[in-house]
């Protein structure tokens, strides 16, 4: 299968013919186009991405090695200058103006952190109309077909309304379960106050009874605070947004034998899978499950294809996808639930 990133690469090549400017002035320079990218590749959240940026590498050798994108008569090259943000605002703004300053790169992929975006976004909104920033930021959300921003676009989907991923995860999880008490768990950071943003408004016009705690960043120990949340009794825990912390929940909260049934919108099957003795459910969102897919998709070499998924975007600018739930049950069973918007 093609990595998803091919297929949007693609269409930011179709982008690119409408406001395409030589991105070096020497002759013989003219016919490459740069792409800066700011995403963690390394750092606490950097399955955030790292993912984006490996396949945004394989996509340019692709490009690249077939020829290139063609606009006009004249055929063009992509250089992908990417940087390793660590998940550091400060870092990643430093980063982004020599990518515009120095590379005189005019389109940017990233970032996928709310953080890193709100810290860059004041200065990148000083070259609206001459850069194209491509991002998954849950913040972007906030600026995406705003005046003044129409240098954004946000490639992954909302959360909330009736097409969003967030939304149609709850309706599943209430119509499959039962659920009626969420417990959730968030680091005190931007990424943990967006999730409070988008879910407890959420729960609460959905008549689900929930509660919220918070845990400083870099925190190991959370049996006190599971504890609470054990006490509690909730039906599913909703915890974290990162890998690097969701491991140490999972494995302690099950360790208790009080909560053992998860539900996620962000972070990975991982966590489950290292607990899958100790868990009745881990409930998780993922854009493509692609161990299945491998089995059963059609091969791109006998099909039509248009991308990993059917993109789409709405009236404001919001991209929309299918995706699927995956169930993890105690032992390893699992079960996927494909779901597709309206």
């Known amino acids: ?20 400017v030589p991105a070096a002035t020497p002759a013989s320079a003219q016919d490459v186009v740069k792409i800066g990218q700011i995403e963690a590749q390394t750092g606490a959240n950097a399955i955030y991405g790292w993912m984006s940026s490996q396949g945004a590498a394989l996509a340019v050798d692709e490009i690249n090695k077939a020829g290139g994108f063609k606009v006009g008569n004249k055929t063009y090259k992509i250089q992908l200058i990417a940087l390793d943000t660590r998940g550091e605002p400060k870092e990643a703004t430093v980063q982004l103006k020599k990518l515009v300053e120095v590379d005189q790169a005019k389109y940017i992929f ?40 129409e240098f954004l676009m946000r490639t992954w989907n909302w959360d909330a309304g009736k097409n969003g991923f967030g939304e149609l995860m709850v309706d599943n999880l209430v119509k499959t379960t039962g659920a009626k008490k969420v417990a959730m ?5 931007q990424g943990g106050k967006v999730l409070e943003d988008i879910y407890v408004p959420m729960f609460k016009q959905k008549g689900i009874e929930y509660r919220l705690d918070y845990f400083e960043p870099g925190t190991k120990d959370f049996s006190a605070v599971l504890a609470k949340i054990g006490a509690w009794k909730p039906d599913f825990l909703f915890p974290s947004y990162a890998d690097s912390y969701l491991y140490d929940i999972v494995r302690q909260a099950t360790e208790t034998g009080q909560l053992t049934k998860f539900f996620l919108v962000r972070g990975s099957l991982g966590p489950g899978l290292k607990n899958k ?28 294809y248009d991308g990993m998924w059917k993109i789409r975007f709405d009236d404001k600018g919001e991209a929309i996808f299918n995706f699927d739930v995956v169930r993890l049950k105690k032992g390893g069973a699992l079960e996927v639930t494909h779901i597709n918007p309206n």
């Open 110 to 149: 990233g970032p996928f952190l709310s953080n890193v975006f709100l810290a860059v976004r004041p200065y990148a909104a000083e070259f609206n109309g001459k850069l194209l920033m491509w991002g998954g930021a849950t913040r972007i959300h906030d600026y995406v077909g705003t005046p003044g921003h």
């Open 277 to 304: 003795d100790g868990i009745e459910e881990y409930m998780v969102y993922v854009p493509k499950y692609f161990e299945e897919a491998e089995k059963k998709d059609p091969k791109v070499a006998t099909m039509t």
């Open 1 to 20: 299968m093609i990595h998803p990133i091919r297929a949007f690469i693609a269409t930011a090549t179709a982008l690119m013919a409408m406001v395409l």
């Open 185 to 189: 768990l968030f680091q005190n950071d």
